[in-house]
Every structure is written in structure tokens, then in C-alpha cells.
């Protein structure tokens, strides 16, 4: 019984943050109706006999997804608003329609296959049987092994992937130490192009007390 | 359990198409890029509500590695949308028109 109140409680509430998500206007709220999603949907997954699902959707999606997006959300500004008039005339109309025929097909489906009666389900304490995670982890690492050392794989390159987008002017830089070398010749329009390199050559046996003080008298001299 | 099956394969069908809207819809690329994470979150409560039904736990492994593979596409698409917000100063997918003829 508590199942079935908890879910006529947090169903509405998925589909309100989703709808949310997609009808808010700026990026950040349509981010957190989406963690809000989530949160319903990991209870969703507690429900339906799951725990480590129910714990992973939180950390994983709850928490770094939604952080990763947030965090590129502030990167890129949250003020570049994006105008929501439609570019292709008859879009959202059409859209609209298409998403009901969705619908339409998937509840005609779902009445097929699985029926809308309550039917008596399997007992998942049988199943969990040593609690979810050791269950779970015996299919994992017997049955699928292999598949999970793939997603290893896909990690990795995941990572690299975002490393080489992430590299600004990829194409200009020629060596990884590029930008250090125009830092150190950076002053010499200002007719003192020796100056900063002198120092770092010179600076082995000095103290950083005796390179300190060209610094103040550079920045102060000549505008 | 009280809760019938369907109605967690309804709440996923709903979702779902809330999704495929917004992906259809929107124009901004990181609304979309969420929407698409709506989706996928669809399909895994199907998976998962399917593992319920059958009463193993193949539906509850696949949601895990499902999980995985949406992390590493988060993680580069992100990256693409940053690398095209340096190259056009906007997130508008409508922007990226250089394949148009």
C-alpha cells in the first residue's frame, strides 16, 4: 500500500519538474527541475526493488551529471538568453503532435504487452537474495564481465575526448609548453623584451628577495 | 506490491515524450542536451520496472551501464557545446548552420 500513495505522490511531481524543464526559459531552472526529476525517479527505483540503483541515481546523476551541467551553464553565462520563437514555421505544432502520437503509441503498446490489472509479481527478496549490491554485482561481474570492462574503455576515451574539446585553440598551439614561452616574451613591445628572460636565467643563486624588487619599479615606470 | 506494472511503463512512456518534445522543441543546446538525459532516465525506469517484472536483475544491470555510457556522453557533450560556444558565442543549435547549403 505504501508503494502505490508513494507513487501517486511523486508521479505528478515527475512529470511537473519534467514539463518544467522543458517550459522553463532560463537553463539553470530547467536544470533544477530536472534534479528534481531524479530525486523522484531514484525513489521510483527504491520502489521497484533496487537499492544500489536508487543510491547511484542520486550520486551519479543527482550529483555529478547535474553539477557538470550546472557548472557549464556558469561557464558559458547564464545571462545569453536564446529567443524560444520558433526557426521552422509550424515546429511546435508539429511537435506537439508528434509527442501525442508517441504517447498514443506507447499506452496502446504498454495495454498490449503488459496489461493496466495488477498482476502478482515475482518476490524480489528471492531474487536480492544477500542484499541488491551482492546480487547485482554476481550478474555483473559473472554473466556481463566483459561488457563491463568495456565501459572502462569508453571512460578513457570519454575523458581524452573531453580533454581535446575542452583545449582552447587546439589548432594554433604547436607544443604543450607553447603558452609558457609567450608569457616570458610577452613584454618585449614595451622595448624590454630582455628583462623578464634575464631574470629567470639569472635568478639560480639569488634569493627571490633580490629578483623582487625590478618587478614594482617595471609596472610603475612608463605607462 | 500494490502499484501495478503498467503504471510505471506509463509514468516512462510520459517521460519520455516530455523529453522528445523538449529535444524537438527547445533551441537552446543545453536544455536539449537535458532533455536527452530525461529520456534516458525514461527508458532506465522501464528497464528497471522490467527487472521487477521478470524477477531477475538483467534490466537492473543494464540501467547500471546505461548510467555509465550517459556519464561519458555528459562528459563530451559538454565539451562539444563549450568548443562551439568559443566558436560562435551562443548556445542556440540554430547557430551551427555550416553545413547548410
Known amino acids: 500500500m505504501a508503494d502505490l500513495i508513494a507513487f501517486w505522490i511523486l508521479a505528478p511531481v515527475s512529470v511537473i519538474a519534467a514539463g518544467g524543464m522543458v517550459l522553463s526559459r532560463k537553463a539553470v531552472h530547467s536544470a533544477l527541475w530536472l534534479v528534481v526529476n531524479f530525486f523522484t525517479l531514484s525513489v521510483f527505483f527504491l520502489i521497484l526493488g533496487s537499492p544500489f540503483l536508487f543510491v547511484v541515481q542520486i550520486i551519479v546523476y543527482a550529483g555529478a551529471i547535474m553539477v557538470l551541467f550546472l557548472f557549464v551553464i556558469m561557464l558559458l553565462g547564464v545571462g545569453s538568453e536564446i529567443p524560444l520563437t520558433e526557426r521552422i514555421k509550424g515546429m511546435r505544432f508539429t511537435a506537439i503532435l508528434l509527442g501525442l502520437a508517441l504517447i498514443v503509441g506507447l499506452f496502446v503498446a504498454i495495454g498490449i504487452g503488459v496489461g493496466f490489472a495488477r498482476e502478482t509479481l515475482p518476490d524480489m527478496n528471492a531474487v536480492n537474495q544477500g542484499g541488491n549490491v551482492r546480487a547485482l554485482a554476481n550478474v555483473l561481474f559473472n554473466k556481463y564481465f566483459f561488457p563491463f570492462e568495456l565501459t572502462s574503455v569508453l571512460l578513457i576515451v570519454a575523458a581524452i575526448g573531453a580533454v581535446m574539446h575542452g583545449r582552447r585553440r587546439f589548432s594554433e598551439e604547436e607544443t604543450i609548453d607553447a603558452p609558457v614561452d609567450e608569457t616570458l616574451t610577452e613584454p618585449a613591445p614595451n622595448g624590454r623584451g630582455a628583462g623578464p628572460p634575464a631574470t629567470v636565467a639569472g635568478n639560480g643563486g639569488r634569493s627571490p628577495s633580490e629578483v623582487a624588487p625590478p618587478v614594482p619599479s617595471e609596472t610603475g615606470g612608463h605607462p | ?101
Not at chain 2, 537552446?28 to 517484472?53: D, P, Y
Not at chain 2, 555509465?68 to 547557430?95: C, H, M, N, P, W
Open chain 2, 1 to 101: 506490491m500494490r502499484t501495478p506494472i503498467s503504471y510505471f511503463l506509463l509514468l516512462s512512456g510520459v517521460l519520455f515524450t516530455i523529453g522528445t518534445l523538449g529535444v524537438l522543441v527547445r533551441r537552446n543546446a543545453l536544455v536539449i542536451f537535458m532533455s536527452v538525459e530525461l529520456q534516458l532516465n525514461a527508458v532506465n525506469l522501464a528497464l528497471v520496472t522490467f527487472a521487477r517484472q521478470q524477477g531477475n536483475l538483467t534490466g537492473q544491470v543494464l540501467t547500471f551501464f546505461s548510467m555509465v555510457v550517459a556519464a561519458a556522453e555528459v562528459v563530451v557533450g559538454l565539451a562539444i557545446i563549450v568548443s562551439l560556444y568559443r566558436k560562435r558565442q551562443s548556445t542556440d543549435v540554430d547557430d551551427a548552420d555550416l553545413l547548410k547549403g
